[in-house]
Nanobody, 124 residues
Framework: VQLVESGGGSVQAGGSLRLSCVVSGRTFNSGAMAWFRQAPGKEREFVSAIKWNSYTYYADSVKGRFTISRDKAKKTVYLQMNSLKPEDTAVYYC???????????????????WGQGTLVTVSS
């Protein structure tokens, strides 16, 4: 299974970016796919997730600004990020697992498959 992220870059505060994560090697018809991020010197943290039934979850820090979605035919998950802030600067990682349960969906340990990450830099 491979997860490949793209779409990162540099943007000014208030701007937008859309991240993409393409999955190859397996179709996830159960569990969830998620986005996490890791800023320099900080632990990896949950950003957003989408379950197999399309139910979505967001961290409080991004709720109302970020939107997760997926295209099953393209095996791609997206993260639309609007109203970006300097504190959103981080490496963003895509994650997937076919056995994620709702109570663990915000935890890194729940996901077996990870992408290599894409850097998002937001300047003030």
């Amino acid at each position: 299974v491979q997860l490949v992220e793209s779409g990162g870059g540099s943007v000014q505060a208030g701007g937008s970016l859309r991240l993409s994560c393409v999955v190859s090697g397996r179709t996830f018809n159960s569990g969830a796919m998620a986005w996490f991020r890791q800023a320099p010197g900080k632990e990896r943290e949950f950003v957003s997730a989408i379950k197999w039934n399309s139910y979505t979850y967001y961290a409080d820090s991004v709720k109302g600004r970020f939107t997760i979605s997926r295209d099953k035919a393209k095996k791609t998950v997206y993260l639309q990020m609007n109203s970006l802030k300097p504190e959103d600067t981080a490496v963003y990682y895509c994650a997937a697992d076919g056995g994620v349960i709702q109570s663990e969906i915000r935890q890194t340990r729940a996901y077996d498959y990870w992408g290599q990450g894409t850097l998002v830099t937001v300047s003030s």
